[in-house]
């Protein structure tokens, strides 16, 4: 729409409010003053509001008082169409969203210039799309609890192993698991049953982030449990990547909400080798912001996150050596941001019974523990009594 028919809009809206006031409380919230073409007006709509929230009357001399001088906007009411207020709210917003589309691209277009790391273009690229889909919706985190009752109604995913799934409750949509282990315990081993039971006949994908393995070597292990044919079951998506990054992160798992239609779980190998492109900051405050954004995403994507993380080597030198909480490796921020914590210990490393201690638990009981059955062959977990 040319500028001038979006000059028409606003002042239509703001001659309509002017008429009818009391509907200004049910617009508020969904317009702000930068999505007005014509300053004018946005500042208007802004007086308004604060007009209504004070109770005082509006009309002409009232926002001529709050420093807004407006040409006598009557004189449009007799051209007016009589759609609902909301159709002039929707069609103000859409031209908003389209310019701040463009400015953001030209703005990208710019930083894309000056960068030769892909890694940092693709950062970019990332913080420009989420910045875009967050000016999609409404301003706002006023939620119904309708809402929230039937989003919680579709449930949560198990952790298809019995031992597990008896203490905990299923992880829902924003979750962030954290399983930490010192190496070779079977954190991984662990991560990749999850993703199984996750993806096993699920409409949209689980994906797995495989920074320390590579994808034949997962492959491998679950051929000794699967065959070949059977896999096909699995909506499971690896990604290989060695040096990923939480932007790679998050712009992986929006590849897949554009091709699928959603993404049901992420699973993280792990949290120490994701790269942080920022650079010069010390390793506690890279496994923080690490940390959050895992959460970020985990909420973003409305799915669960299982994030395995290492467990300080001072823990080994401790006469009862099984992981407490403050063994978490570099950081407090993983312990802050986590729904759930899950230490793993095996006291020899030959024996197969692989003991999970419930470290947090946000939504339940923690300090339990249960034993699972370490395939030393095959490398995976069996669920448990």
């Known amino acids: ?39 004018r007006y946005g500042e208007a709509w802004s007086a308004m509001e604060r007009l209504a929230a004070s109770g005082r009357p509006i009309d002409l001399v009232t926002l001529r008082a709050e420093g807004v001088t407006l040409d006598d906007p009557t004189r449009y009411l007799s051209s007016l169409h009589t759609a609902p207020l909301d159709e002039y709210v929707s069609i103000i917003r859409r031209e908003s969203f ?13 930083r894309v210039k000056v960068h030769d790391d892909p890694a940092d273009i693709v950062n970019d690229v990332q913080k420009a799309v989420s910045g875009i889909l967050a000016d999609t919706g409404d301003a706002g985190d006023l939620v119904s609890l309708a809402s929230v009752v039937e989003q919680e109604s579709r449930g949560g995913l198990a952790y298809g192993m019995p031992g597990i799934d008896r203490h905990l409750q299923p992880a829902g949509p924003g979750d962030v698991v954290i399983v930490a282990a010192r190496p070779s315990i079977g954190k991984t081993a662990l991560a990749w049953n999850v993703a199984e039971a996750w993806a096993f006949e699920s409409p949209v994908p689980v994906l797995f982030v495989s920074l320390e393995m590579p994808a034949s070597k997962l492959l491998k292990r679950a051929l000794k449990h699967h065959d070949r044919s059977d896999l096909a079951a699995f909506n499971l998506t690896i990604y290989d ?3 990923a990054t939480t932007a790679l992160v998050r712009a992986q798992a929006a ?15 792990y949290l120490g080798l994701l790269k942080d492109t920022t650079g010069g900051d010390s390793e506690n405050l890279r496994v923080s912001r690490m940390s959050s954004e895992i959460k970020a995403i985990s909420r973003e994507f409305e799915c669960p996150t299982l994030l395995l993380s290492q467990l300080n080597r001072q823990a080994e030198y401790r006469r009862d050596p099984r992981p407490r909480l403050s063994d978490l490796r570099d950081s407090g921020a993983i312990e802050q941001d986590a729904d759930v914590v899950l230490g793993l210990y095996r006291p020899d490393r030959s024996d197969p019974t692989l003991e999970v201690r419930c470290l947090k638990n946000r939504d339940g009981l923690a300090d339990w523990e249960t034993n699972l059955e370490f395939d030393l062959d095959g490398q995976t977990v069996g669920g448990g009594g």
Do not use: C, Y
Request: glycine share 8%.
């Open 98 to 110: 389209k310019s701040n589309v463009l400015s953001e691209l030209g703005r990208l277009t710019q």
């Open 1 to 39: 729409m040319a500028w001038a028919g979006m000059r028409d809009t606003e002042e239509a809206l703001i001659a309509r409010l002017l008429v009818d006031p009391a509907a200004i409380p049910t617009l508020s919230g969904k317009l702000s003053a930068s999505d007005f073409t014509d300053d």
């Open 255 to 269: 590849r897949l909400r554009l091709r699928h239609g959603g993404v049901r779980g992420i699973v993280v190998d």
């Open 241 to 243: 990547q060695p040096r």
